[in-house]
Each structure stands twice: as structure tokens, then as C-alpha cells.
């Protein structure tokens, strides 16, 4: 039998939707173990998950290395040690350089909460409240160099109403991205996701 995907998370912060692909691989929802959380942040929250789900957890403390890409280095390092075969970002404040996404290329995933190609980057919650759309929601998608711009995998609809503030949006859409990402993790371990240019063909489950 082959092995199970093996999957590694960065993040920076919270870590709830590391919390929702471990909970969604713990209940055999998808075909996969998270083996690692790698974050750059010694105090992130998403660290007492990953101690009460005894899931591995690594600092790769950006202090402590002379550059980015030795930061970058160390952190590859760490995944490949762990075999790992995809990487989630949820919510990984760090930009990635080139090296690190062709290392991965493939096999890197991010999670986004607004509709791509909208209001990518930093504060999109705030980004859609003043532009004042009404529909918002959720993206997963491969990560190539730019930012929030590869190839989508999956995305869900989420309705932005009159008196959103960005906290009570971006609570509904988090609740969207916990059960899409395992979702997306899910058919890329079923080796259902073929990225063909820009467009991700998901592949009829046999
Ligand atoms: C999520 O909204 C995710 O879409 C974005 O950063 C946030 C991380 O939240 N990339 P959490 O740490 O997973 O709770």
C-alpha cells in the first residue's frame, strides 16, 4: 500500500485552520496525516494546538537566521526531514521567495479569505468592507511567486451583509475556510488535482 500524504502547516498565528486539517485527518474525513506545524513565531497560539493534538511543532525563528533565505533554508530543511510530500500555509505572515515555491511547486497550498483575484494581500476583510461587495468568501489555492495569485483549487461564496464589521465577516468566513481547506487537502491526496496553466482540473473520483 502506498503511504499516506504526509502533510506539514506553517503558520503564524491562531492556527485554527490548522486545527480544522488536523481534526478533518483524525477522523479519516481525508486520506492524509499532519506530521509537522512549522511556524516563525515562538509565541503562536497555533503551538498549543499542535501540543494538544501531539502533532510535532518547530520554531523557525526569522531571528535567528542572518536572511531570508536561510530562514527559508532551515524551514525546507525541517519538512523534508519529515518527509513531507504537501505544505498548507494557514495564515503564514511570511512573503515566500522563488526558491521556496519551486522547491514545492505542486505541492503548496494556501488558504485566502476573500473571493481571488479580489483583494488579495493584507487586510482582505477590510479590503472587501470598503470596496462593498456582497459577496465574499473563501479561496484555497497553489501558491506560485505572487501573492494569493496561483492556480485556485477550491473557493466558496460567503454573503457580505449590511452591518459587517471585519471581525463579524471574516467569523463567517473562517467557518467556510475550516471545512474548505480540508476539502482541497483532501482531493489533492487522492491525486484528484491536475493544475493545467492557470486552471486546476479536479479529476472524477474513480
Ligand atoms: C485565515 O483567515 C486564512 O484564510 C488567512 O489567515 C487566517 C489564518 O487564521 N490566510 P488561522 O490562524 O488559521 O486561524
Redesign the pocket.
Known sequence: MPERLRVGVL?S??????RALVEAAAAGRIPADVVVLVTDRPSAP?LDIARASRIEAVVVDAKHHPSREAHEKAVIGVLEERRVGLVC???YMRLLTGPFVGHFAGRLL????SLLPAFPGLHPHRQTLEHGVKVSG?TVHFVDEGVDTGPIVLQAAVPVLQNDTEATL?ER??AV?HRLYPEAVRLFALGRLEIRGRRVHIREST
Open positions: 503558520a498565528g491562531r492556527g485554527s485552520n490548522f497555533a500555509l494557514a495564515g494556501n488558504i485566502h479569505p473563501a471574516s468566513i473562517l475556510e
